[in-house]
């Protein structure tokens, strides 16, 4: 069972900047791929941001240019790293590891992000 722990989320004006962190409780390189989802009021969840074992990234074509994903292996924690935030980046975020080996996804408890001002 891997746990994680976001933190970071908040109240940010239009244009400003957040950095989200998501701390696992296991060494992140034992994981397939770790992402950053998010979902707004009556929205599904949707993936924003993900980088795989091998640091490959990959984003929501909403974000790029806007956020980066990125991770510290000594840390065992993977960042999100929001500029530029429009009112429409609004939602919870929720961070996310997948482990292929047991057909697993772990999730966090999420954090709010509201753009607004």
């Known amino acids: 069972q891997v746990q994680l722990v976001e933190s970071g989320g908040g109240l940010v004006q239009p244009g400003g900047s957040l950095r989200l962190s998501c701390a696992a409780s296991e060494n992140i390189l034992i994981l397939n791929a770790m992402g950053w989802y998010r979902q707004a009021p009556g929205k599904e969840r949707e993936l924003v941001a993900a980088?795989?074992?091998?640091?490959?990234?990959n984003y929501a074509d909403s974000v790029k240019g806007r956020f980066t994903i990125s991770r510290d292996n000594a840390k065992n924690t993977v960042y999100l790293q929001m500029n530029s935030l429009k009112r429409e980046d609004t939602a919870v975020y929720f961070c996310?590891?997948?482990?292929?080996?047991?057909?697993?996804?772990?999730w966090g408890q999420g954090t709010q992000v509201t753009v607004s001002s």
């Open positions: 980088i795989t074992r091998g640091g490959a990234t």
């Open positions: 996310n590891a997948r482990l292929e080996a047991v057909s697993a996804d772990y």
